[in-house]
């Protein structure tokens, strides 16, 4: 598995594109106006109704939905406080994308980070991401990143693959 | 405004599918107590529902699940087979189902049936079931019965059919025989009229030879006479003078 690096421009948030070349889209089940979610759903036109009803739920039972019809295909992860491990959703996340059978995601969690970098989780992701199987059917995650915090991840990128972002050649 | 336009944005786990689908069904002739959570999964396992969104690791349905299960559970309670309605439901769109769930549900199931026979006899052929090991839902049996019996009643009327031509054709070869009979009958008659009108020639031109040849055969009969008497007459004479030369 292969992951990619794309610095987002902060305070930029209606400029917003998900990756074209991505088959899948995990989005933080924010319904806030001008949240990513909201933005990408304007974007492909999908109904708003639905993707917030979708995104209500998970928040509501803290479980990853997954929307398999739409194009590209949606995760949407509950959002976090952003002070714990979030192991447990990683799992459901990747799960959930290794059965919709998504090769390349596109993860748009930390594109726009407000109140600090959340370490603990980045890491917890970090080290789940290491723990994906050869035999899964992801094959490239391009991580969306906000370009502020940009050393911070670099930083904690070097501590689990050994190496920085800008060795594994992050998209500018 | 479509009485559907209010759930466009539903999504939602298999009890509140089956809820909606339930207060649906009532507006749209669907037995709505045979739609059940328990349902929901054998008709996804079956194909005849898109395959559904996730909740975590539970089932999550929207707007074209609902629908799909209303069309299903309307073309069943119709008798059209699982496989038609899967093949029905699979590939049209959300927008077609609506629509056809606006149809009389006869009408459209009448409509499936036609469009999908040929399909289905070609599938029935190809997949002829394994009763041995595949468990059939008491749903199938029923619904294969019904599909049974309209193809029995079709075939029945396709024979009342035949035999009502065969009647017709019966019918036209007795017609053409009597015709046929009754032209053999007239000509008889002709040709014995005119052997008869020959034969009464014929005896009128025996009966004129008669006439004719009567007097010259009496002629003739006369002159032999008297030729022989005249010959007798000679030999008298000549034995009388044979006599006297003596």
Known sequence: ?172 | MSIFDEYKGFWGTGAELTERAKFLSKSMGVKAEKVTERLIRYYTAEGVLDKPDRLGRDAAYHFRHLIQLLTARRLADEGVPLAVISDFNLNKSTEELAEALLKPPKEEAVAISEQYRGKLMESKEKEKPNLDSDPIALEDVLNEIKNIRQALSNEAVQLQKMKYEIEEMLKSITEAQYEFNRQMENEQKEMRSIMMMNLERLTVMTEHNNAVFKDQLYMLEKQISTDREELMMLISKQYEQQKLSK
């Open chain 1, 1 to 172: 598995m292969e992951i990619i690096f794309r610095p987002l421009p902060s305070r930029h948030q209606l400029a917003f594109s998900p990756a074209l070349e991505c088959d899948t889209l995990t989005v933080t089940a924010n319904l806030m106006g001008m949240s990513p979610l909201d933005i990408i759903s304007g974007k492909f036109n999908w109904n708003q109704l639905r993707v917030r009803h979708a995104a209500t739920r998970a928040n509501r039972f803290s479980k990853v939905a997954v929307l398999r019809d739409l194009k590209p295909k949606l995760i949407l992860v509950p959002r976090t406080n952003g002070r714990q491990d979030a192991s447990a959703l990683m799992d459901e996340m990747l799960e959930a994308a290794e059965a919709i059978d998504s090769e390349v995601i596109n993860f748009t969690h930390y594109g726009f980070v407000q109140d600090g970098l959340p370490r603990i989780e980045v890491e917890s992701v970090f080290k789940k991401l290491l723990e994906i199987k050869t035999n899964s059917s992801i094959r490239v995650v391009i991580w969306d990143i906000d370009s502020r915090y940009r050393t911070e991840i670099n930083g904690i990128y070097e501590k689990f693959f050994s190496k920085t972002i800008d060795a594994v050649g992050a998209l500018k």
